[in-house]
């Protein structure tokens, strides 16, 4: 006779076949079928794909085309600015709104609308913020003296990414205040009493008590950040459409292009699959650093 366990085992296993099952069927079958379109000349044309078969000839190219390095390059630089600025200011929004004051929870539901907001509407805002005839940022800049005229923020290859990169920071900050702000709930305000009846100051306060509590859920963010960022579309699509001259245009932009503009199905799902290969490495970093937080837990427990 089966174990209890192994009963219990084949029945959760009969409970997820149908999720599995649709999964399959929803993620499986896409999958497979790109990674067949990434060995072949595949060109979206009329109401067909005409298609031979080349064999590692596309990744070849992607390797060795310096257009797609360059997109590497872009998708990394807006990925590590964007979420440590996201970080950071999270944090910072966060130990403010750990504080007690008049006011705080109207400030809370007024920091989560910019992550409430759809990407495209939080676009299409900054985007007329960045306008260079009317827009918002240069009308502050140009009265506090900052800069001496209107610029085109969005139409200058040396401006146009870190003028998206600050509309994603702004969107995607509160998701970082949220989970620290959790994070920092949980600490017993006993800590802090004992640490300011030492003589503790504030900067010893968060560095002793607040960060390790934070860490976990700062970690977890920063990732999930970080993964999201990698694979960016819809906000430069709204903002710049890629450019000027490429200056946005990042790997999923790439691969839209490829695939969709001119469309070259092949090489586009070849350079889909580098970039989901790029992507698993970052999910692999990220269930490593949870194994490691759960073990640690349970030796803390123990």
């Not at 409430?116 to 509407?121: E, F, R």
Request: include cysteine; charged fraction near 15%.
């Amino acid at each position: 006779m089966l174990s209890l366990q192994h009963r219990e085992q084949r029945q959760a296993w009969v409970l997820l076949a149908p999720m599995l099952i649709v999964m399959a069927m929803l993620t499986a079958w896409p999958l497979l079928r790109t990674i067949w379109l990434s060995f072949t000349d595949a060109e979206l044309i009329g109401s067909g794909a005409q298609t031979g078969y080349v064999g590692l000839d596309n990744y070849l190219y992607a390797l060795t085309d310096p257009d797609f390095r360059a997109a590497i390059g872009r998708t990394l630089y807006f990925t590590v600015i964007s979420v440590a600025l996201e970080g950071v200011i999270g944090v910072l929004v966060a130990l403010l709104l750990n504080q007690k004051f008049t006011g705080r929870n109207v400030l809370r539901v007024l920091v989560i609308l910019p992550w409430a907001l759809p990407t495209i509407v939080n676009a299409m805002m900054w985007r007329l913020n960045f306008n260079p005839d009317y827009g918002s940022i240069n009308a502050l800049l140009t009265q506090a003296g900052i800069i001496d005229g209107y610029r085109s923020w969005l139409g200058s290859p040396d401006s146009a990414l870190n003028a998206v990169m600050l509309a994603d920071v702004w969107k995607n900050y509160p998701l970082v205040t949220l989970l620290v702000l959790a994070a920092m709930q949980s600490i017993p305000e006993d800590l802090y009493e004992a640490a300011r009846l030492d003589g503790a100051p504030a900067w010893r306060r968060f560095r002793a008590i607040t960060f390790p509590a934070i860490v976990g859920a700062l970690s977890v963010a920063l990732v999930l950040r970080t993964i999201d960022a990698f694979k960016v579309f819809d906000i430069i699509y709204v903002m710049t459409r890629g450019g000027p001259v490429d200056s946005t245009k990042t790997l999923s932009f790439y691969v839209y292009q490829e695939s969709f503009s001119y469309l070259r199905a092949g090489s586009g799902a070849a350079y889909a699959i580098l970039m989901t290969l790029m992507c698993s490495v970052l999910i692999a970093l990220y269930m490593a650093m949870l194994y490691r937080q759960r073990r640690r837990s349970l030796a803390d427990e123990t």
